[in-house]
């Protein structure tokens, strides 16, 4: 047991020191949103892209569902959610030139 415990010492000491760090790193930024409290009550609005591949009945469900569960979690589109639906229709070609728009943010 004691054999084991010198050998996981080194291991356990560094992620300690890992840790630490990456918190001192983050100080800076997880103090600004206590700092600026007039900002937190600005309501902000988050863009999403949902692209399905095909139209395909158990798709067309699990977008509904994705939708629903936004709305009963209070991202309701209009509100907090701004969403842009992209469908392919099972052509390649437009599912690259849909994923490249939504990755470059050109389209809102």
């Known amino acids: 047991m004691l054999d084991s415990l010198k050998r996981l010492s080194l291991g356990i ?3 300690a020191v ?11 930024s997880r103090n600004r949103s206590q700092r600026l409290p007039q900002q937190a009550a600005v309501q ?8 399905q591949h095909a139209s395909q009945v158990v798709l067309d469900d699990g977008v509904r569902g994705v939708i629903e569960a ?4 209070g991202y309701s589109e209009g509100g907090k959610l ?4 992209y469908n392919a229709e099972a052509d390649l ?3 690259n030139s ?11």
């Open 70 to 73: 936004l709305a009963a979690r």
């Open 98 to 108: 849909i994923a490249k728009d939504v990755v470059s943010g050109a389209t809102t």
């Open 13 to 15: 000491a560094l992620i």
């Open 44 to 51: 902000k609005q988050f863009r999403v892209a949902l692209i």
């Open 18 to 28: 890992a840790s630490g760090i990456l918190l001192y790193s983050d100080l800076r």
């Open 93 to 95: 070609p437009t599912a």
């Open 82 to 85: 701004v969403m842009r639906r």
